[in-house]
């Protein structure tokens, strides 16, 4: 007995395969995200995140008009701060004409249709590379909501799109909605980190911006008590839920392979865009597995981004932004 259906029919060429493909990746899908460092002509490759740079502001406009030209139209400021700048309140985060103002005005004179959306969180600009106030050894939460909402009010002045609030303080979409409105930028946008996990996963990215919580007494080692637990899952439709009530127009899931269970609960539970931070160890890990030999970069590339998606994504920030469009145009 021969089987009426046969599947590998739809499989017999790159034609009909491309025909009944389920999931299409294109430009439009990707959010860039960036580093920026104070100086000039400075393009730095970071060391764990081969082919990744910090720019100074002027290289800056050369590689927003890179991206642009290659039809990526979102990116994601992130900066590195001056540690004489730092202390416990991320007090130079609010400073009118502090590196990230500049590179959000940067970002806009040189393609003022990007869409620029911007880190909010405390730890590149805290002592302690921490995502709040420390406060008798712990991070309090509704001192640094009010930070994170005079930081997004900041950068709404600046010219930002949307915010990125990344630090998992409890009600900061709602305190940071509530600023937005009260200073008039109705239309500025919350892109809200809502499932944050505490991964492992975020050390090269910590190299980056020198931003990783300090070893000293009396600070906690790590963002556990912020950051969820790894090992959960319908907490994650928990804090979507608050976030989305709290006013998010778009929701985030964090990291991204370890986590597509997640992003499909999600995707399966609410309806609204969510996006998918492919991070900086995922992003490291392929680099080092194919300058082995090991593993071929451009196939797992896609393979990892066109998974991302499948689960549910309709943004994936990602480091093989450029890599990806390149592949496929
Ligand atoms: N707040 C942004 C990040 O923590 C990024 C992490 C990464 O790329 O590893
Ligand atoms: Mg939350």
């Known amino acids: 007995m021969f089987p009426i259906r046969r599947n590998r029919r739809?499989?017999?060429?790159?034609?009909?395969?491309?025909l009944v493909r389920e999931t299409i990746i294109s430009p439009n899908d990707f959010l860039v995200p960036l580093f920026v460092v104070e100086g000039q002509g400075i393009k730095e490759e970071i060391a764990s995140m081969p082919n990744y740079y910090r720019y100074s502001l002027d290289l800056l406009q050369d590689e927003i008009k890179t991206l642009w030209s290659l039809g990526l139209k979102s990116v994601l400021l992130f900066v590195k701060v001056d540690d004489a700048l730092k202390d416990n309140k991320g007090t130079e985060a609010l400073n009118p004409n502090g590196l990230m103002q500049r590179?959000?005005?940067?970002?806009?004179?040189?393609?003022?249709?990007?869409?620029?959306?911007?880190?909010?969180?405390?730890?590149?600009?805290?002592?302690?590379?921490h995502d709040g106030i420390i406060e008798h050894g712990k991070i309090v939460n509704d001192a640094t909501v009010e930070v994170l909402a005079e930081m997004s009010i900041s950068h709404a002045e600046a010219g930002a799109d949307f915010v990125a609030p990344s630090d998992m303080m409890d009600g900061r979409i709602l305190g940071?909605?509530?600023?937005?409105?009260?200073?008039?930028?109705?239309?500025?946008?919350?892109?809200?980190?809502?499932?944050?996990?505490?991964?492992?996963f975020y050390g090269p990215f910590r190299d980056a911006l020198d931003s990783a919580p300090v070893d000293?007494?009396?600070?906690?080692?790590?963002?556990?008590?912020?950051?969820?637990?790894f090992a959960n899952r319908d907490e994650a439709i928990r804090e979507t839920e608050m976030d989305i009530n709290e006013g998010a127009d778009i929701v985030m899931v964090k990291p991204g392979l370890?986590?597509?269970?997640?992003?499909?609960?999600?995707?399966?539970?609410?309806?609204?865009?969510?996006?998918?931070?492919?991070?900086?160890?995922?992003?490291?890990?392929?680099?080092?597995?194919?300058?082995?030999?090991?593993?071929?970069?451009?196939?797992v590339m896609?393979?990892?981004?066109?998974?991302?998606?499948?689960?549910?994504?309709d943004i994936v920030a990602s480091y093989f932004a450029k890599d990806v469009v390149k592949l496929i145009s």
């Open 10 to 18: 739809l499989r017999t060429t790159e034609a009909i395969r491309s």
């Open 103 to 129: 590179a959000i005005k940067t970002v806009k004179s040189v393609c003022p249709d990007m869409l620029v959306m911007t880190d909010v969180a405390l730890d590149p600009f805290s002592s302690y590379g």
């Open 216 to 229: 000293l007494q009396n600070i906690p080692k790590d963002k556990k008590t912020y950051q969820m637990d």
């Open 258 to 299: 370890c986590y597509l269970d997640i992003v499909r609960d999600i995707r399966n539970s609410f309806d609204i865009p969510i996006a998918v931070y492919q991070v900086s160890g995922e992003y490291a890990m392929l680099k080092a597995a194919s300058e082995k030999g090991w593993l071929d970069h451009d196939s």
């Open 176 to 200: 940071i909605r509530e600023g937005l409105d009260q200073s008039n930028f109705i239309d500025v946008g919350i892109m809200s980190y809502s499932a944050k996990y505490a991964s492992s």
């Open 302 to 313: 896609l393979e990892q981004v066109t998974s991302i998606k499948r689960a549910g994504a």
